[in-house]
């Protein structure tokens, strides 16, 4: 049974036209269930975390209940009965809604909750608000255009709800001033009277922060009336950064006697004394900052004080994260940022900001939940981009922040502090917010091996569960590419990219679970092999090297600049005859003479049939005549492939058509069908005497999904729905070789997810 899940997107202008989208074989998703096969079942990977979370907003009227804002997976909700976070956002289909520039619940309805989104100024963007706590979602698309992945992005929040009358709605923009809407974020207008109109549109694409934070007085105004004081910050470079309004918005001034022009305010909050407390630094982040400060107004005097923590000798940083314990006034938290070398750390005053303890020292992280976070050593570091810094307005000892990689929460009474240390644990448990990179799964050993981005990668033993460790020896920021040799799976190499450095290698005898560097020696292209790399970098950075392994494990080849191989495990290395720099090689599944590679600049293929040594130009048959295109580029995906037990079984993902070849790469037939194929992978036959199942990410007319082929790409079904679309953000695919159905998907944003037909 499908679960109807509404989405109401409405049009500003154009009569406000409203489109409903149900889940598939529904009445009116003709589309959506083209060729839809059986049910299937979806469940995330489980790594738990991994990517920046700009804030984690709690609601002001309902216990337990808050929300977590990432800059590429999403709106989270906390689920306090699941003990849980729900992604909200799965059902989309628009990728760029996946960056959220801000979040607000309803400051008097706990069921509602209003969304800013829009990944970057590039791209759409729409105020998202929900009656039923984000389960469905009114979608209203604007044209002011937003920067939720973009610097900046730690700032807010820039949603604001008016306490008093809940119609009215601001939003500061980074582009187009304030905006206001008096219909519950249906319709929005530039506040014409703000001083600050904005930049304009990002034409260039050019990053600023714009408007940083809109926050109501609710002590002013009246029940069903707008309150009258309402303040703006500005984190643009100039005179003046703060303004106020004490007539709902009808006017504005600026704030006198701003303490630094030479800072911007990045976070505001307001306690019931009037004071407002504002964390400032001299950029917009999330890294270039060297300075900050921390001050407090009085809305009532206007007198201001400085009241910034005293820093340790020789840290240089700002403070974003800003968070008041609205059961002790007085009781104020900030977390610095950008105070590198492990000196980041959350200040916490219970004076006012008279005096600062810093919570660091006292601090200890229990990384079960997510072992990738101690990054190979004996503890986790406190955090770093600590943008996000809440306490639960019900709780005063449940505290919460977020950090470059995960989000932290704690329930240790503070008043303890000296006494007992205070635990923090990652709070993740539903989060996965990652850009996946690589995906393979052997005939053998773990089901599935994963490269990510800026975390590495790792061994999943257990789908469901946090691995023990990311791959180490070396550590990679960025895996690229992942290989097992066909005929011995326990033998795996990687490729990918540490934190400083050119890219490297490595490679692993027990399925990944260890690993040896490989260190090829520096090579330089030769005058012959110059147009190949020109072709290659064309105008862009050179392209990371990569990986293959032989089907017998034993010869590795380095596709670099200059194409290398080695036949002992990187003690000696040798130039390859032939091959092209950075050419796409593959070795044959079964014979472990074999390579092919693919050859755009000449649009050729190229065979080995000595164990890599040396490759020649094959007079193949049935290829598109032009085959410049298909040269992968930075992170992009490959084009050939070959198929697991079956040898010479090559495929060619061509720019428009599926090409596959059964004797070698001498001749290629196209397989011709209505889903356009950017990314194949093999799953596990119907039985052993079947051809291995194909999966596939790709398009049918305007719809980008994921595909099942039982018929050797004649024909091709649906596998995701309208309920698991995760703004086809797609970027990796491996089939299970060993379960029938199951295949492994790779997002930009939503970490890895596995799918299986329905029980």
Not at 37 to 60: A, D, H
Not at 560 to 566: A, W
Request: glycine content about 12%; proline content about 8%.
């Amino acid at each position: 049974m499908h679960l109807i899940r509404r989405v109401t997107v409405t049009a500003i202008g154009a009569g406000l036209a409203h489109l409903m989208l149900l889940s598939p074989g529904l009445p009116g998703a003709a589309q959506a269930a083209t060729a839809q096969s059986r049910p299937y079942t979806w469940n995330n990977v489980t790594v738990g975390g991994g990517g920046f979370s700009p804030n984690i907003i709690f609601s002001p009227v309902q216990q337990g209940l808050a929300y977590l804002r990432t800059d590429i997976g999403g709106v989270y909700r906390y689920d306090p009965g699941a003990q849980r976070w729900i992604p909200l956002q799965d059902g989309m289909p628009e990728g760029n809604y996946f960056g959220v520039e801000s979040v607000a619940p309803d400051p008097r309805d706990a069921n509602v909750v209003y969304a800013a989104v829009g990944m970057y100024g590039s791209g759409p963007s729409a105020i998202l608000r929900s009656d039923n706590r984000g389960t469905n979602w009114n979608i209203f698309p604007v044209p002011f255009r937003m920067g939720g992945n973009e610097d900046g992005r730690g700032l807010g929040e820039r949603l604001a709800i008016d306490p008093h009358d809940t119609n009215i709605v601001y939003f500061g923009s980074r582009h187009d001033g304030l905006q206001r809407s008096a219909d519950r974020g249906r319709t929005w207008s530039r506040v014409s009277a703000f001083p600050v109109a904005g930049l304009g549109p990002a034409e260039s694409h050019r990053t600023h922060a714009g408007i940083s934070f809109v926050l109501f007085d609710p002590g002013s105004g009246a029940a069903n009336a707008p309150a009258r004081t309402i303040f703006v910050g500005v984190a643009d470079p100039g005179e003046n950064h703060l303004y106020r309004s004490d007539d709902a918005g009808e006017s504005w001034h600026t704030v006198p006697h701003e303490p630094r022009a030479d800072l911007l305010p990045v976070r505001a909050q307001l306690d019931k004394n009037g004071m407002l407390y504002l964390a400032y630094c001299n950029g917009i982040g999330p890294n270039g900052i060297t300075a900050g400060a921390v001050f407090k107004l009085d809305t009532a005097s206007g007198a201001w004080q400085d009241i910034t923590p005293q820093a340790e000798p020789g840290a240089a940083g700002g403070f974003m994260g800003l968070a008041l314990d609205l059961r002790k006034p007085g009781t104020v938290l900030i977390s610095t940022v950008d105070w590198w070398q492990d000196r980041d750390t959350i200040w916490r005053s219970t004076d006012g900001g008279a005096h600062w303890t810093s919570l660091r020292p006292s601090s200890e992280i229990d990384a079960t939940a997510s072992p990738f976070l101690l990054w190979g050593q004996t503890f986790a570091k406190f955090g770093w981009w600590m943008a996000g810094l809440a306490v639960d307005p019900f709780d005063s000892n449940h505290l919460a922040y977020t950090t470059g990689a995960t989000v932290y929460d704690t329930h240790t009474p503070l008043q303890a502090t000296g006494t007992h240390p205070i635990i923090w644990h990652p709070w993740v448990s539903g989060i996965e917010e990652t850009a996946i990179l690589s995906l393979v799964s052997p005939p053998q050993g773990p089901p599935l091996l994963s490269g990510f981005g800026d975390i590495g990668g790792f061994v999943h033993e257990d789908l469901r569960r946090s691995p023990p460790s990311m791959y180490t020896n070396p550590i990679f920021n960025d895996t690229l590419t992942l290989d097992y040799a066909g005929l011995v799976p326990s033998i795996i190499v990687r490729s990918g990219r540490p934190q400083h450095g050119a890219s490297m290698m490595a490679w692993s005898q027990d399925f990944g679970r260890s690993w040896n560097p490989l260190q090829p020696p520096p090579q330089k292209a030769s005058d012959a092999n110059a147009g190949a790399v020109a072709a290659a970098v064309s105008g862009r950075p050179k392209p990371d090297g990569a990986i293959a392994v032989s089907a017998d494990g034993a010869t590795f080849i380095d596709l670099g600049e200059v194409p290398l191989v080695t036949r002992d495990r990187g003690q000696s290395w040798h130039t390859i005859g032939g091959l092209p720099a950075f050419a796409h090689a593959v070795a044959d599944r079964v014979d472990p003479g074999r390579f092919y590679a693919l050859d755009s600049e000449h649009s050729r293929m190229l065979v080995s049939e000595d164990g890599g040594a040396s490759f020649q130009a094959l007079a193949s048959r049935g290829l598109p005549a032009d085959l410049s295109s298909e040269q992968p580029r930075g992170r992009a995906r490959w084009s050939l492939l070959a198929t697991p037990g079956k040898a010479g079984d090559l495929w060619l993902v061509g720019r428009e058509e599926l090409y596959h070849s059964t004797d070698g790469g001498r001749r290629f037939a196209l397989r011709r069908s209505d889903v356009g194929v950017t990314a194949l992978a093999f799953g596990a036959p119907k039985s052993d005497r079947d051809y291995p199942t194909l999966f596939a990410i790709g398009a049918r007319d305007e719809l980008v999904a994921i595909w099942r082929s039982d018929d050797i790409g004649a024909s091709w079904s649906r596998i995701n729905d309208a309920e698991h679309e995760y703004g086809r953000r797609f970027r990796v695919i491996a089939g299970d070789p060993r379960v029938f159905g199951r295949v492994y998907v790779g997002t930009d944003g939503r970490g890895a997810f596995y799918g299986e037909p329905a029980p």
